[in-house]
C-alpha cells in the first residue's frame, strides 16, 4: 500500500512531467503544424485554431511563430477570415508596449497585406523601415523582414536585389534552426535562378531542396519542387517529359480539385500544351482551372483566363477569346496589374492581327507603347525602365513583324488592284478607241450624208443647184415673205444643137460650163440659179425692182455673149436668150408653175425677136 508521502511524490511528480511535457508540447506542437502546413495547411490551420487560447501563456518566440504559421496558413488556404482572426490575436499577443512589438505588428500588417494581394507598393514602406528594423538587432525580426522584402522584390520584378535578399535570408532561418523557413526561401532561389536562365544551378538548389522538403515531410513543398522541376523539363525542351511528371504528380499525391497545389500542376499543363501548340488541349486545362470557383484559385483562374484566350486565339475562336481578354482585362485593371495589362494589350493585337483589323492593331500598339511609356510605379524609375524596354522591345518587333506581313499582304492587295487597274485601263482604252473610232465614223457618216445630200441637190455637169432642188427652193422663197422684187426668169442657149453638132458633144458640155460661170457676175449670194436641164437654166432674182432685175439679167446675157469661146476651140460667139415674169403683187401671189409658164413664154418671144435678148 502506499502512503500518504508516496502518493503526494508520485502526484508531485506526475505534475512535474504533464507541466514538463505541457512547457514542451507549443514547441513541438508549432513545429509539427508547421510541418503539417506544408503538407495539409487546413488541418494545419485547425490546429492552430485549437492552440490560440494556450498560446497567450507561450513564450515570446512561440507566440510569434504562431502568427506566422497561422498567416501562412491563412495564405495557402485563402481564407480571409482566418486572416483577420489571426491579425487581430497577433494584436492582443503583441501588444504596442515595446518598439520591438510595434515593428512585428507592422511587419504582420504588410504580410497581411500581401496576402490580400494588395501587394503593389509594399516595396517603399518595406524600404523605408530598414533602418528601424535593423535598430532592434534581432535576428528574427531581420529575417522576417528580409522575407518579406524578398517577395516584393520578387513582386516588382528587381531581380537582382532579390537574389541578394534571398541568399542573406536562408542562412538567416538557418541560422535561427527553422528549416521550413529555410525551405520556403530555397524555392523562391530556384524560382528565381530560373528567371535569370541559371537552369544548372536552379537544378542543384532544386535537388538539394527535394531531399530537404523529404526530410521535412513538407508535401506541398515536395510538390511545389516536383512541379518546377517539370518546368525545367520543359525548358530544356523536353516538354512531354513535363507533361508526364505532372500528372505523375497528380497520380501519386492523388490532387484533386480542392487541393492547394491542384489549380498550379492544371495551370502548369495548360501552359505546356499551349507552348508546344497543342492548343485543345491547353484550352481543355484551362477550362478545368475556370470551372473551379475556389476562391483560393483566384489567381490561376486570370492566368488560366489569359491562356485560354490566347489558345483560341491560336485556333482562330476569335469571338470567344475577346470575351476571356475582357473579363482578364477587367481583373488586371481593378487589381492595378501593369504586367497582365501588358499581357492583354499584347494578346488583343494577336486577335485584331487575326481579324486584319489594321485600324485596330495601330490603336492597340499605340495604346500597349503609351501603357509602357506612362507606365510609373513607387519603385520608381529601375523598374519603370526595364519594363519599357523589355515590352517596347517586344512590342517593336511585333509592330515590325505586323507591319511586316501587312506590308507583304498590302503588297499582295496592291499588285492585284494594279493588275486589276491594267486590266481596267486596258477595257477602257478599248471602250475609248471604240468610241473614238464610233464618233469617227459617225461624223464620217454625216459628212457622206450631207456630201450625198449635195450631190443629191447638186447638177453634176455644172456644179450649180440641180432641177429637183432648185424647184424647192423657188417654192420656199415664193412662200417667203419679202419686200423685194422677186424675178423668176429662164434662160436657154441659143443655138446649141449646131455647136453639138459641130463641136461635139463635150465641148457642148464646156460651153454649158462656160455659161453657168458667165452667170456668177451678175448674182448675189440670195439669188437662186439652177440648170433645169439640157441647156436651160432658171434664175429667181430679189431686187430693189423690176427694172434692176432686168438689168442684171441683161448684164448676164452680155457676159455670156462677151465669153472668151477661143479657150475651148470654138471659133463662134454663144449667146443666151432669156424668159422672165416679176412676182407683181406680193398679197395675191401664183403658183411656181404658172410663173414658170410665164417665163416659158417670155422666152420663147425672145427666141422669136431675134435670141440674144431678155424678155419679160
Ligand atoms: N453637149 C450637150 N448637149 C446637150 C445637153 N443636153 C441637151 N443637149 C443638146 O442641146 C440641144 C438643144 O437643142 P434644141 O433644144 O433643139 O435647140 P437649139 O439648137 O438650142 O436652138 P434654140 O433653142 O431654138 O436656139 C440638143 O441637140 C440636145 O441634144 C448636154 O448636157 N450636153
Redesign the pocket.
Known amino acids: 500500500m502506499l502512503d500518504f508521502t508516496q502518493l503526494f511524490k508520485i502526484i508531485i511528480i506526475f505534475l512535474l512531467i504533464s507541466l514538463n511535457v505541457n512547457a514542451k508540447s507549443i514547441t513541438e506542437t508549432l513545429t509539427e503544424i508547421e510541418s503539417l502546413t506544408r503538407n495539409d495547411s487546413l488541418t494545419a490551420q485547425a490546429q492552430l485554431n485549437t492552440i490560440l487560447l494556450s498560446i497567450n501563456n507561450a513564450s515570446y518566440v512561440e507566440k510569434l511563430r504562431w502568427i506566422q504559421l497561422s498567416l501562412f496558413a491563412s495564405a495557402v488556404n485563402s481564407d480571409k477570415k482566418y486572416l483577420d482572426l489571426t491579425m487581430s490575436t497577433a494584436r492582443n499577443l503583441l501588444q504596442k508596449k515595446s518598439q520591438l512589438n510595434s515593428s512585428w505588428l507592422l511587419l504582420f500588417q504588410f504580410e497581411k497585406e500581401q496576402i490580400l494581394r494588395e501587394k503593389l507598393g509594399l516595396l517603399a514602406p518595406l524600404q523605408a523601415i530598414s533602418q528601424q528594423i535593423s535598430i532592434h538587432e534581432n535576428l528574427r525580426l531581420s529575417a522576417y523582414f528580409n522575407r518579406l522584402l524578398l517577395f516584393a522584390y520578387i513582386d516588382e520584378a528587381i531581380f537582382d536585389l532579390a537574389f541578394d535578399t534571398a541568399f542573406k535570408n536562408i542562412q538567416q532561418w538557418q541560422q535561427l534552426k527553422e528549416p521550413y523557413l529555410a525551405l520556403e526561401i530555397a524555392v523562391e532561389i530556384i524560382e528565381l535562378q530560373l528567371i535569370s536562365q541559371d537552369i544548372e544551378g536552379a537544378n542543384r538548389t532544386l535537388q538539394q531542396a527535394k531531399t530537404q522538403a523529404k526530410q521535412l515531410n513538407a508535401k506541398n513543398t515536395l510538390i511545389s519542387l516536383n512541379e518546377i522541376e517539370s518546368r525545367i523539363l520543359f525548358i530544356q525542351q523536353k516538354p512531354h517529359e513535363a507533361i508526364k511528371k505532372l500528372k505523375y504528380l497528380l497520380e501519386k499525391y492523388k490532387i484533386k480539385k480542392n487541393d492547394v497545389n491542384y489549380p498550379s500542376i492544371i495551370y502548369e499543363l495548360s501552359f505546356i500544351y499551349y507552348q508546344i501548340g497543342q492548343y485543345d488541349q491547353a484550352i481543355q486545362y484551362a477550362e478545368i482551372l475556370l470551372s473551379n470557383s475556389d476562391p483560393a484559385i483566384e489567381n490561376s483562374s486570370i492566368a488560366a483566363k489569359m491562356l485560354l484566350a490566347k489558345s483560341l486565339v491560336e485556333i482562330g475562336d476569335l469571338t470567344r477569346a475577346k470575351k476571356f481578354i475582357t473579363e482578364a482585362k477587367q481583373i488586371f485593371t481593378l487589381k492595378n496589374d501593369h504586367f497582365g495589362l501588358f499581357e492583354v494589350d499584347k494578346t488583343n493585337i494577336d486577335i485584331l492581327y487575326k481579324s486584319k483589323d489594321i485600324n485596330g492593331l495601330y490603336k492597340s500598339a499605340k495604346s500597349l507603347v503609351n501603357r509602357v511609356i506612362n507606365f510609373k510605379d513607387n519603385q520608381g524609375e529601375q523598374r519603370t525602365k526595364r519594363a519599357n524596354t523589355i515590352v517596347q522591345v517586344d512590342n517593336q518587333n511585333k509592330v515590325i513583324d505586323i507591319l511586316a506581313k501587312d506590308n507583304t499582304k498590302q503588297q499582295k492587295e496592291l499588285s492585284v488592284t494594279k493588275k486589276s487597274v491594267q486590266e481596267q485601263n486596258t477595257y477602257l482604252t478599248l471602250l475609248v478607241l471604240f468610241c473614238l473610232s464610233l464618233s469617227i465614223l459617225f461624223i464620217w457618216l454625216l459628212f457622206l450624208l450631207r456630201k450625198i445630200r449635195v450631190l443629191a441637190n447638186t447638177d453634176v ?1 455644172t456644179g450649180i443647184t440641180n432641177r429637183r432642188h432648185g424647184l424647192e427652193l423657188a417654192e420656199k422663197r415664193l412662200n417667203k415673205k419679202t419686200q423685194s422684187t422677186l424675178c423668176i426668169a429662164i434662160m ?7 455647136v ?1 453638132d459641130t463641136y461635139g ?1 463635150d465641148i ?2 464646156k460651153v ?1 460650163q462656160l455659161a453657168v460661170s458667165q452667170s456668177q457676175v451678175a448674182l448675189n449670194e440670195d439669188d437662186i440659179f439652177c440648170r433645169m436641164g ?2 436651160e437654166f432658171m434664175y429667181i432674182l430679189s431686187d430693189i425692182d423690176q427694172i434692176k432685175t432686168i438689168q442684171r439679167l441683161n448684164k448676164i446675157r452680155e457676159s455670156i455673149f462677151q465669153s472668151d469661146t477661143h479657150s475651148l476651140g470654138i471659133n463662134r460667139q454663144i449667146s443666151a436668150s432669156f424668159g422672165a415674169t416679176h412676182v407683181s403683187d406680193p398679197q395675191n401671189k401664183k403658183s411656181l408653175t404658172d410663173y414658170m409658164i410665164e417665163a416659158d413664154i417670155a422666152l420663147y418671144k425672145a ?1 422669136n425677136n431675134g ?1 440674144n435678148q431678155v424678155q419679160s
Request: proline share 0%; charged share 45%; aromatic share 6%.
Open positions: 455637169l436657154d442657149l441659143d443655138e446649141f444643137k449646131s453639138n458633144h457642148g458640155d454649158i439640157g441647156e427666141k435670141r
